[in-house]
């Protein structure tokens, strides 16, 4: 083996003794499971994460803001896709302010493999990363193609070259430019061999990043979980089945860590579904049928158009892992914050940046139900109610939607097994402790 392949196994084995090094008290690993094609989730804002933001907010009041201001720019990306005509999904990042994911999880690419934390991102397609002499990028670990014998460029005459944006030709291999947010990147398409947990992919279609502008860039890529023709689940159908499933891991968990179950095999039986929905306009979202909202036993009046499903529009609910707080449109919105209200009686109320229903002294809380066709998800008061660290503030951690978009978001999925069916057109959601 060359000193360039030693230097770069090295650097896997670095990343690897950073994921199982225990920080503040934590046990921290991420370890793979070699049996069933099941990956750790890791959440970026964990002790646990070696790639957490440079700066941090300066108090729990501030990291709140910080966040709903980070799901602004989440929901204004989504917004634009839902309206789109066509019908081939941009390489896109999910959080559009800083270049922190939510959640990453550890994907070996090239041979000998080269180890990188990729962003996780349900309503993306294609995956990228960061290569050697990328222009701007702001992580420390770049993919070296040269020292990757499996790595190949995508000729131009491919399909694949057609499902990028703006594709265009230098020596026969497929390049692409995309604008996102406030951040652009330049890339060429590539191939090479990605691992996942003991599972090998060969030629796997990326974006590989040489160039780059803006701060909206994750440190070590992003891979794409939703159903275009570039999404690993395209490229795996007859590996994975087009099923995966994930269990998100709440800040709170002893570990910080959660799963993400690739193929049918070892997947929940006893699950309730859902029907999957099919935006034709914008195929790679995974788009359910909300029907309605408990607050307590109580099923709060709103209006059936609230929740109505319009491919025209973009208009419906849709389940996504990179927005981190639940958003309902006004009318739903509205009607749930005040029958939560109204079921905290005389309780003081004040309010936290764009959390307006925040209680100052501690209460007892109604509970909280999403209610799908087909299915009931009655959520945990660790799903709905954000708490201070420094004080006994506690806050509704539902947000009004831009339009017409409902987005069941992180926080409110963390600690349930939610599995996408893809073949059989469903989802499945089932309370699972994720670490």
Known sequence: MNRGHN?????????LTLLTQTLGGHQCSLQDDDTDSTLQILDVSSPCSPIKPKTQPSSWESSVIQTLAEDEGRLNYLSTLVGRKASVAPIAWGRQVL???TYLVKVNVGTPVQTFLMALDTSSDAAWLPCSGCLGCQGSSLFASDKSTSFKGVPCSTP??????NPTCFQNICNFNQTYGGSTIAATLSQDTLTLAQDQVPG?????I????????????????????LSLLSQTQNLYKSTFSYCLPSSKSSNFTGQLRLGPIAQPKRIKYTPLL????RPSLYYVNLVGIKVGRKTVV?????FGFDPNTGAGTIIDSGTVYTRLVQPAYIAVRDEFRRRMGTATMTSLG?????????????????????????????????????????????????????VVANMQQQNHRVLFDVPNSRVGIAREPCS
Request: one cysteine or more.
């Open 7 to 15: 230097i770069f196994t090295l650097t896997s084995l670095l990343i």
């Open 160 to 165: 694949q070259c057609q499902q990028v944006s």
């Open 278 to 281: 099919t935006n034709p306009k």
């Open 302 to 306: 709103i209006p059936p158009s609230a």
């Open 99 to 101: 270049q922190t994911p």
């Open 204 to 208: 796997y279609v990326f974006g590989c």
């Open 354 to 406: 764009g959390f307006e229903t925040c209680y100052t002294v501690p209460v007892t809380v109604p509970s909280i139900t999403l209610m799908f066709q087909g299915m009931n998800m009655t959520l945990a008061q660790d799903n709905f109610l954000i708490h201070s660290t420094s004080s006994s503030l506690s806050c509704l951690a539902i947000a009004p939607a831009f339009d017409v978009l409902n």
């Open 210 to 229: 040489s160039k780059t502008t803006g701060t909206s860039v994750p440190p070590q890529g992003l891979l794409g979980l939703g159903r275009g023709p």
